[in-house]
């Protein structure tokens, strides 16, 4: 079995869940008014190499912008309204970079998964560039973000720029192998989808010493059933709906 899992046992999916606009700041003290201790948000670079939190490689949809993340300098993700889609009180709320989205958690309490998201062919970059910034960040934290992706090269880079940063690798099903991938990779958790899930496949992650994350969760009874399961924690987008002690 694997040792105590230090993060909290829910975490805000892209920092507010379904409560505020996805990767924003807006969203870090809605997660903490719903009762969580602790957020998942994912992380891309700009066109000049600066980690802003964003899931999508393009703008379109969460933002009033146009085109790929990648192709875009941070001057122009800056002037960006990343709120209005969502909300019209959410206007005017900015792509966060990381280093924001760090002082706001610290400042919060929140702890955190940072997802490394890599726009396509930036694996590696992204990976070392986040990690490296988060170690920087997270330096004087009692608890380092956990990060994770779903991209090994971008896990490898990550390790290798800051290997004191606890890794987990992302899957949508378990694979037959995750425990040779997870060892490869130095890695501490599986983080899988919740669609499918099996107890047996539960067991099995934890037999071989690893923690296991699950996502999306946003429904109480499974998370309920998942936790009693032994899965260490949830990724939820209803952190108002989905709480322990
Ligand atoms: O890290 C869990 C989850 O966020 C992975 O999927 O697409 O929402 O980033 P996605
Ligand atoms: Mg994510």
Not at 156 to 180: H, I, M, W, Y
Request: proline share 7%; net charge negative; with cysteine.
């Amino acid at each position: 079995m694997p040792a105590a899992w230090p993060w909290p046992r829910v975490l805000a999916h892209r920092c507010g869940g379904a409560l505020a606009p996805e990767n924003t700041l807006a969203g870090l003290p809605v997660a903490v008014a719903a009762g969580c201790r602790g957020v998942e948000f994912d992380v891309m670079l700009s066109a000049d190499g600066v980690p802003v939190l964003i899931h999508d490689e393009t703008l379109e949809r969460t933002s009033n912008g146009r085109g790929a993340v990648a192709d875009t300098p941070y001057a122009a993700l800056r002037g960006l309204d990343a709120g209005s889609w969502f909300a019209a009180r959410f206007a005017g709320e900015r792509i966060p970079t990381l280093a924001e989205a760090a002082e706001r958690c610290t400042a919060l309490g929140l702890a955190v998964n940072l997802e490394i998201k890599p726009s396509s062919g930036r694996e590696a970059q992204t990976g070392e560039v986040a990690a490296g910034l988060a170690s920087r960040l997270w330096s004087a934290a009692v608890l380092p973000p956990l990060l994770s992706s779903f991209s090994e090269t971008a896990l490898d880079a990550a390790r290798r720029r800051a290997p004191e940063l606890p890794r987990g690798l992302l899957v949508e099903g378990v694979p037959a192998d995750f425990a040779a991938r997870c060892a490869r990779l130095g890695a501490v958790a599986l983080h899988v989808a919740d669609a499918g899930l099996q107890r047996a496949q539960v067991d099995a992650v934890r037999a071989a010493g690893l923690h296991l994350a699950v996502y999306t969760v946003n429904e109480p009874p499974r998370a309920a059933e998942l936790l009693a399961w032994g899965v260490d924690c949830v990724i939820t987008d209803r952190p108002d709906l989905i709480r322990v002690s």
